[in-house]
Structures are given as structure tokens and as C-alpha cells.
């Protein structure tokens, strides 16, 4: 693509509407060696700093269902995101010609009940499971620190249904959505 139609790309994008709305995954499981929760952080492709996955909006697809996806595409995980979001957060998205447009991304909660050993943006970026202070550490934006701790929170105070596995014990404790998570 060219200097004027990319720049014609970035001005599209930063005038349509909601051009504005991202959709994200803060995916989580209990890790089979400790049975914490585990939280799972990209890098991102631009800068490689820690980021969750997330995407724009698609035309016929749920703010959940695009969260699911972004997961596949970026991270090559597979679960089943919560329909209400945990909350939101705000960052500043870098064009390629250096122009900054604020981005409010939604977050579901996507337990990961799966895999791909092949995924469209495989090696792309680093994957790594974190526990969620550490996960609150690595990324750059304060109310995705703060977001990612609540959930933890969250998640450790919801009682599991006495399952014998981790994996059956999570899937009782999905956390419900607070407004207080919420970024403006």
C-alpha cells in the first residue's frame, strides 16, 4: 500500500465510528502444576510490549464473539468468553504514520478450554502464562494493571462447586461483570 492510501486508511479509521471500540480477551485457566489462576499475555507485534488479544469490531459478530476470535488469530487459544464484559480500559494506538487515536477496549473474561498447534498469527508474538500480579506488572496501561488484579480478586473470593479437577472448579467461578472495572 502506498504513503496516501494508508494515510486515507488511518484517517478512515480514526473518523469512522466505532472506529474507536476494540473487543479483548482476558484469557485465564488454572494452571495443572500450581492449580492458580493463570492469565495469558501477548506480545504485541508493533513495539512487543505485553498486551491481551484484542480487535476492531466485525460486522456480524458479538463483542464476545470478536474477543473469542482475536484470542484464535493472536494466540492460537480456543474457550468460551463471557457474554458481559469484566470492564474496560483506554490506549493510545500508533498508526503507522504516527498518529495517535484513543482506543477503548472492552474486556470479556475467555476461559481457555483449548489449543492450536496452527494459528493465523503464529510467531508473530511471544506467549506467556503469568500469574495476575505478574500479568498486572507487564502491561503498559494502568486500568488493565487494575483489571487484571480485580479479576484475580474476583476469582479467588468466588467459591468453586467442590469439583475434584482445577479445570471443573474454574468452570463454576466465572466472575460476574462490575461496573467499577470500567475505564474511561
Known amino acids: 500500500m502506498n504513503f496516501l492510501s494508508q494515510l486515507a486508511a488511518d484517517l478512515r479509521l480514526m473518523l ?3 472506529a474507536r471500540m476494540q473487543y479483548a480477551a482476558l484469557c485465564y485457566r488454572i494452571g495443572r502444576k500450581t492449580g492458580a489462576l493463570e492469565i495469558l499475555l501477548i506480545t504485541s507485534r508493533d513495539t512487543g510490549r505485553w498486551v491481551i488479544p484484542k480487535g476492531w469490531p466485525m ?3 458479538r463483542a464476545h ?3 473469542e476470535r482475536e484470542a484464535y488469530e493472536e494466540a492460537g487459544v480456543q474457550g468460551e468468553a463471557q457474554k458481559a464484559p469484566i470492564g474496560a480500559y483506554v490506549y493510545q494506538k500508533r498508526t503507522h504514520h504516527g498518529l495517535a487515536i484513543s482506543c477503548k477496549v472492552q474486556v470479556h473474561a475467555l476461559e481457555v478450554d483449548g489449543a492450536c498447534e496452527d494459528f493465523p498469527e503464529k510467531g508473530a508474538r511471544r506467549l506467556e502464562w503469568v500469574d495476575c500480579k505478574e500479568a498486572a506488572s507487564r502491561v503498559a496501561e494502568p486500568s488493565l494493571k487494575s483489571l487484571i488484579l ?3 480478586e474476583r476469582m479467588a473470593a468466588t467459591p468453586g462447586p467442590g469439583a475434584q479437577t482445577a479445570d471443573r472448579q474454574l468452570a ?3 466472575p460476574a461483570p462490575s ?6
Open 16 to 18: 469512522r465510528r466505532p
Open 59 to 61: 460486522p456480524g459478530k
Open 65 to 67: 464473539e470478536v474477543a
Open 150 to 152: 480485580t479479576f484475580g
Open 172 to 174: 463454576g467461578r466465572r
Open 179 to 184: 461496573g467499577a472495572d470500567q475505564a474511561g
